[in-house]
């Protein structure tokens, strides 16, 4: 019983936040569509210009893209599973609803829209440029929950740290400006001298947008890749975040 009342208020926390998310502009889930693209055809244009060819295969807008998206999916979930108290602290009044649900309601409607937005841009994209498609699926899928666990996982240490550190949401998004750059977006983890290559491959989204590219370009695959190192990491944040959240949760939504 108590598991059906959690569930159905996660879904009621969902249906909110589709209507305030999406639903209060004009176009809702247009934008969320447009948004990526808009992003990916600017740098594809910049980089054109510079360059005669992309790091990886002969299209501009599919190498961005295969950096860009799940780079944003991880972003995008680390930044708003992170302020899923203050946003759900009004409904957090009610018995019926809990931390966790704020969390969780948060984590699944952002992760659906992403994962929505992937398969109709690159289906769009294959469409459109002609490019041969030669998935690897479960390197695609691989990818994008790798992407969705550590987002997850960095969100539910921010959730805490937010509430607790108030500073610390002013110095996130400072921090996380070079990411988007020091994550291989815009290059191939290849381009990097030594010594600094075995730095770069430290960060772990480094390992989410390879597999990401080893999921769109047959024959290309790093052996430095590992899933289990994302896991881990992303798995040590998600424990110390809920943990820290047990412990102070209804501390911070005790407090006006």
């Given at each position: ?44 244009g910049i ?39 203050r946003y ?167 407090t006006p």
């Amino acid at each position: 019983m108590r598991r059906f009342a959690a569930t159905r208020a996660t879904s009621a926390l969902v249906l909110r936040e589709m209507g305030s998310s999406f639903g209060r502009t004009p176009g809702g889930y247009i934008w969320a569509i447009l948004e990526p693209v808009a992003a990916v055809a600017l740098l594809a244009g910049i980089f054109t210009l510079a360059f005669d060819k992309p790091p990886l295969g002969r299209d501009f807008a599919l190498f961005y893209a295969s950096g860009y998206l799940p780079f944003m999916l991880y972003s995008d979930l680390a930044q708003k599973v992170g302020v899923a108290l203050r946003y759900s602290r009004p409904l957090m009044a009610y018995p019926a609803v809990s931390w966790w649900d704020a969390l969780a309601a948060r984590f699944i409607l952002n992760t659906l829209t992403h994962l929505v937005v992937v398969v109709l841009f690159l289906a769009a994209l294959f469409a459109w440029s002609g490019i041969p498609v030669n998935l690897r699926l479960p390197s695609l899928a691989a990818a994008l929950g790798l992407a969705a666990f550590l987002g997850a996982g960095v969100g539910c240490l921010n959730a805490y740290l937010f509430e607790a550190f108030p500073v610390w949401e002013r110095a996130w998004a400072i921090l996380n400006r070079p990411l988007f750059i020091l994550s291989g977006v815009l290059f191939l983890p290849d381009a990097v001298p030594p010594p600094f290559d075995d730095l770069f491959w430290l960060n772990p989204l480094v390992h989410v947008v390879t597999e990401m590219r080893v999921g769109l370009y047959a024959g290309y695959g790093p052996a430095e890749v590992s899933s289990l190192y994302v896991l881990g990491i992303g798995g040590v944040a998600m424990a110390f975040g809920l943990m820290l959240l047990r412990r102070s949760a209804h501390d911070f939504l005790a407090t006006p």
